[in-house]
């Protein structure tokens, strides 16, 4: 969770039906009204979901269905977090 914290993620409170209750949410603007958003079901991590969406709103997510969906990828191995790692530290030193 300290990569998407360092990486300008805002966490989002979860109360809609859309995801598994109680679970936390990172949220990113990426363009106009598009999201990067990573979903946790716990504090665990043990299943990751990446989605691309499109919302109103920052303050929408999590409360309300997004418009669209356009990307969803579930992230369950290890390997798999550790290459989104890598993948946002070479963004950091890109930017």
């Known amino acids: 969770m300290k990569v998407f914290q360092a990486n300008d993620f805002v966490k989002c409170i979860n109360t809609s039906e859309r995801f598994v209750k109680g679970a936390i949410i990172y949220a990113k603007e990426i363009s106009d009204n598009i999201f990067l958003l990573f979903v946790m079901e716990n504090e665990e991590c043990e299943q990751i ?39 946002f530290k070479l963004q950091n030193h890109e930017a």
């Open 49 to 87: 979901n990446a989605l691309l969406a499109n919302y109103d709103a920052l303050e929408n997510i999590g409360v309300t269905e997004p418009y669209h969906v356009m990307f969803f990828h579930s992230i369950c191995k290890d390997d798999d977090i550790y290459f989104f790692e890598k993948y």
